[in-house]
């Protein structure tokens, strides 16, 4: 059930626009904004199609990058950030947040993650899960999941659903600091990375980090389409690795200088 209402408000160089007040059922925010590979951005964005989510409020940021999207029909649209309402008809209905751009300040990164996810919580979210990116700077055929989060008992259920375990390292941009303001929040979280080259943008990881995401939230989700997005990389991957090989026939035995055992 919803309730329709229009409201808008500044806060912070954020300009906000409500476009209904949704009622979900046991609500999981879940997060995806671009970033390497695009994993997590094509992954909500995959959520929002197959749940036919609608968008409940949209926000405009003046940290946002100095551009516009330009449409097929030739109409440009200012950047956004949106969170939308997605009934799943299961256990947990979802919110989704996904945005075209991230914000170039540190500040606007903070200020729009702590209000997403205050609204999260204003709706009874209690878990933020993001999706992101693990770079490799190589290309799998079968890409892993790796995952953080802010509790044990959610490590323990991470290691349970076949993700492996970041153990150190940091997970930058709004889809690693979503989770610590879930924290500030007094809520959990969890980051969800598939692995990736970083080259292209890699369907195959978001699929791989969806899958993971349907174990932990036993939420069916139809990854047929995107599995045949997944294929078209990876024939995209096999043409830049044919490519390499060739050049590297071509170059001939490569002429190495004697390096140094260490860096100073």
Do not use: W
Request: with cysteine; hydrophobic share 35%; aromatic share 6%.
């Amino acid at each position: 059930m919803t309730t329709t209402t229009a409201k808008e408000s500044v806060t912070n160089g954020i300009r906000s626009k409500v476009s209904f007040r949704p009622k979900p059922k046991d609500p999981i925010l879940v997060c995806g904004l671009p970033g390497s590979g695009y994993v997590g951005k094509l992954g909500v964005d995959h959520l929002i199609t197959t749940f036919k989510a609608k968008r409940m409020v949209e926000y405009q940021c003046d940290s946002f990058p100095p551009q516009v999207n330009v449409k097929e029909d030739g109409r440009v649209e200012p950047l956004r950030a949106e969170v939308y309402y997605a009934p799943t008809g299961q256990a947990n209905d979802l919110l989704v947040f996904t945005a075209d751009a991230q914000p170039t300040t540190s500040e606007g990164e903070y200020e729009l993650s702590e209000m997403v996810v205050k609204l999260g919580k204003s709706y009874g979210v209690n878990t933020v899960y993001t999706l992101a990116a693990y770079i490799t700077g190589a290309f799998s055929k079968m890409p892993r999941v790796f995952g953080a989060a802010t509790s044990v008992n959610l490590l323990e259920s991470l290691t349970k659903s076949g993700v492996l375990l970041m153990k150190e390292g940091g997970i930058t941009g709004m889809n690693g600091l979503m989770v610590g303001m879930a924290a500030l929040n007094g809520m959990e979280g969890i980051c969800l990375l598939g692995e990736t080259s970083g080259y292209v943008i890699d369907a195959g990881a978001s699929q791989s980090v969806l899958e993971a995401l349907s174990k932990l939230l036993k939420l069916k989700i139809d990854v047929s389409s995107l599995k045949a997005r997944a294929e078209e990389t990876q024939n995209v991957i096999s043409q830049l690795q044919k490519m390499t090989e060739q050049g590297r026939e071509q170059a001939g035995p490569e002429k190495r200088e004697p390096q140094p055992g260490y860096i100073s």
